[in-house]
């Protein structure tokens, strides 16, 4: 498969996940968060889905399209690896819905890379919070949710929060 096919592929499922992980929120209060903002297409595509939610976002350095680019209050810049805990400290474990949204764009890479993320996520997320990552998220506060049977295998990874 071309870069391209696969890049298109990796697009698809990521609509897929997200229209799903926003559906598996409707009834439930709570924050959402973005993790990792790029040039804004996911974060643009959950507000569309949750026009009435608040959608924190965090980046490094933001530099996304400027028609995606969250209202100030909403952004939080710098290194998540310290904006995180800073977060979790003024809003605690109040997220209902998590996409993390980093990557290398190698797995085996972020897996190192990104040791750290997923206490960082569990330590936001509300018990029963829906998390949905581009690569497998290792703790023992996730436990994996199937996905809708059109995104393959490998492709996307889903997890609810559980005590």
Excluded at 43 to 70: C, G, K
Excluded at 102 to 116: C, L, Q, S
Excluded at 138 to 161: I, M, N, S, T
Aim: charged letters at 25%; zero cysteines.
């Amino acid at each position: 498969m071309s870069r391209l096919d696969s890049f298109i592929r990796r697009l698809e499922a990521q609509r897929t996940v997200l229209n799903w992980a926003a559906a598996s929120i409707q009834g439930r209060d709570g924050l959402v968060l973005e993790l990792g903002l790029g040039n804004g297409r996911t974060y643009d595509h959950l507000r569309e889905l949750l026009p009435d939610r608040d959608i924190y976002v965090f980046e490094r350095n933001p530099q996304p399209n400027p028609r995606s680019l969250p209202p100030e209050s909403f952004l939080v810049v710098g290194d998540m690896a310290e904006t995180l805990g800073a977060f979790e400290k003024r809003h605690g474990a109040a997220a209902v819905l998590v996409h993390a949204d980093v990557t290398t764009g190698v797995p085996e890479r972020d897996v190192i890379a990104f040791a750290w993320l997923p206490a960082h996520i569990v330590a936001l997320a509300a018990i029963g919070a829906t998390v949905v990552s581009g690569w497998a998220l290792d703790h023992d506060k996730l436990e994996a949710v199937a996905l809708p049977p059109d995104v393959p295998e490998g492709r996307y990874f889903a997890y609810r929060r559980v005590a």
